[in-house]
Each structure stands twice: as C-alpha cells, then as structure tokens.
C-alpha cells in the first residue's frame, strides 16, 4: 500500500507561486496599481483586517517571513491575553465597543488592536453581534461590536474572507499550469491504486500525473484526499486556513487560558465544519488494516506544528509502515529532521523513516524528465 503525502513545495517545485506571500505580494502589486492618493476607490482587497496584518509583519520581518498559520495562533492568543488585562480579566465586560482604520494598507495590525477600541455603540447590530460603517469617500472603515462574542465572529468571518480570496488566486494559478510537466513522478510500486494525501488546496497532481506515472504498473489509479479542501468553482470555499491545536490543560497563567470560543480557529475544528476529515478517516482505517506494507512517500511538506497531530495519527496508524521523506536542499532536511522527530519520536524516526533527494536519480521521487527511465518491477 503506497501513499504519497504532499506539501505546498510540491507546487513550488512545479513553478507554481502557491504560497501565501506569494499571495500576499500578489494582492500588494495590484494595491500599488489601483489605489488613488487621495481617495482610495476600487482598492483590492485593501479592507481585510488579516491581509494587512499580514503584509505588515512580511514587510516587516523581510526574508525571515512569518509561519501564517502559526501568526494566527499568535494572534487569538495575543487578542485574548488583552481583553483579559484591559477588562479586568473578564470576557463579558468587553461590550459596546468600536474601533477603526484607514484605507491605508499599512495602517493596522493587531498587536495594538485591543488599544485602539473606544466606547461608542450608535447601531443595532444582528445576531453576528458586530456591524461594517464605511464613510462616504471609502476613505475610513469602522466596526461596531457588542460582546466578545461579536469580536470574534468578525475576526474569524474576517480570515474566512482572506481564504475565499486566496482560492481565487489559487485557481488562477493554477490556469497558467502547463500539462507537460518538467518531471516524471516516480513510485517504485506493486500496486495499482496509489493514495494521494495532500495538504495542497490545488490539484497540480492529478493535473499533471494521474495519465503520466513513472511506473510499469497497467491502468495506475491516484485516488487524492484533500485534508484541507481544494479550490473549486461555486461559491462555497471549503479551504481549511487556521492554527494547530492549543492545550489549555498545560497553561497555569489564567491570562494565557484561551476559550473555547476560539476553537473555530483551529484547523482541527476547520476540517469537520468544512467537511474535510471524512474522507481522511477512511483512509486511516485502511491503513490500519492494510494486509500489505504501507509505504508513506511525502514531499513537499515541512511537517511543521500546524499538522502535527493528524500526521502522527496517519504515520503510527500501522506498525509495519516505512516512511520515505523527500527533501529539495539539505537546510530542508535539517528543518524534516527536527519536525519528524516531534512528530513519531527518535525511537520510530530510526526504525522506519529514510531521507532521500527528491530528484535522486536511483531512489527520487520528482524525476528530471531527461533522466527518468521506466521503473522496473
């Protein structure tokens, strides 16, 4: 039983700009383009209290980027640690509130967030429990909130706009794909259905290989499993985009307590209300009772924190299992090293893990056109 497990540098490695500063620097060109000195009409974008967030912190830190999904967590973690020090460390005192920014891309993160609200409450509000007032010019935005509830409604409706906008750009991208691919994907493998676990929203895979395996195998199935959703063409977005899992059990400082209100934010809670974990569970069960071998190839995929505890879960799941990491470059394979230790432990990395060079010509995964041969059963 093979299944190959694949990360955004799949996509990368591909040519295909997929990663969210790819997106972000995307929406700042065409911010560049459109904003108007004086009056911000027709900005792109501009509005999301996460994209300028982000593109703060990227302009900020330069090359030494951020781990988005892990800023979220900061974010919550930060949001809440302020509302429990400012109102006194009760959430129900945070009430009537509102707070404001302008069309400047620049102008807002949330480190001072909680700083910056004021008391005023003119409107009144619906069941989300938070109001958007634009000024007539489009120059100044402000948000009424009732409760905290109201607060985190918005922020959460707010990264849920960030994703549907990030699966637009995603489909646009991966239009530009070219069916000829560079490479030849290559499975030494007995069996006709491979499983495909990607983490990607994209279908560059299937796109690219599901006629055009480097195998010997007759009438080849992939049969792909998006963890977290892929991009598609209705309205609905099933994209999961949010933190790993906090344990509120280990946290003696009641400041630092995060509350189950903020639970929509993990990615954990993401793929059951996206309906994404279904098809994940049905894989696990067979891979538990798989008479064959399992053999996980994964590529593309840092195996950092965010999707730690599902990883564990699939890798652990059969005891015979080997597991085969594909890396690009050697700082790749320090950062793998280090993450598939906390994951499955030293003891389990020793006995079934081995690192090969995705281009490999012998033992590789992504195979240089030029240099891929059959593989040989």
């Not at 988005?68 to 900061?74: A, D, K, M």
């Not at 909680?114 to 069941?127: E, G, H, R, S």
């Not at 934010?265 to 538990?288: A, M, N, S, V, W």
């Amino acid at each position: 039983m093979d299944i190959l497990i694949l990360g955004n540098g799949f996509d990368l490695a591909h040519g295909l700009k997929t990663s969210y500063k790819d997106f972000l620097n995307y929406c700042i060109e065409k911010n560049n383009k459109r904003l108007i000195p004086a009056v911000n009409y027709n900005s792109y974008f501009i509005d999301n209290i996460w994209f300028r967030h982000f593109v703060n912190k990227m302009q900020k830190l330069g090359d030494t980027w951020i781990n988005l999904e892990e800023e979220i967590f900061e974010v919550i973690k930060n949001i809440n640690e302020q509302v429990f020090e400012h109102y006194g460390g009760e959430n129900k005192y945070f009430q009537h509130i509102m707070f404001s920014y302008n069309k400047d891309i620049y102008d807002f993160t949330f480190e001072n967030f909680i700083y910056n609200l004021q008391n005023n409450y003119p409107y009144d509000i619906d069941y989300k429990k938070y109001k958007e007032i634009e000024t007539n010019d489009f120059s100044k935005k402000f948000i009424y909130i009732d409760n905290f509830y109201g607060l985190i409604n918005f922020i959460y409706d707010q990264l849920r706009a960030f994703t549907k906008e990030f699966e637009e750009y995603l489909k646009t991208e991966v239009s530009h794909l070219k069916n000829n691919s560079k490479y030849t994907l290559s499975i030494h493998s007995n069996n006709n259905l491979i499983y495909a676990l990607s983490f990607n929203y994209t279908n560059t895979c299937e796109l690219l290989y599901m006629n055009d395996f480097n195998t010997s195998i007759q009438n080849l199935e992939i049969k792909t499993i998006y963890v977290h959703g892929r991009i598609c063409n209705t309205e609905d977005c099933n994209l999961v985009l949010g933190t790993h899992s906090f344990d509120n059990s280990q946290i003696s400082n009641k400041q630092k307590y995060i509350p189950a209100d903020f639970n929509i934010f993990k990615k954990h809670h993401q793929r059951h209300r996206y309906g994404t974990i279904e098809p994940y569970q049905d894989l696990l069960e067979k891979i538990k009772k798989s008479a064959s071998k399992p053999i996980f190839h994964i590529i593309g995929h840092s195996l950092d924190i965010t999707d730690r505890a599902i990883l564990k879960h699939l890798l652990l799941a059969n005891d015979n299992a080997l597991i085969n990491i594909y890396y690009h470059n050697e700082e790749a394979l320090a950062r793998m090293q280090s993450n598939i230790d906390l994951i499955i432990g030293e003891e389990e990395v020793m006995a079934k893990v081995r690192f090969i060079p995705q281009h490999d010509s012998k033992r590789g995964i992504l195979l240089p056109v030029e240099d891929s041969v059959l593989v040989e059963n």
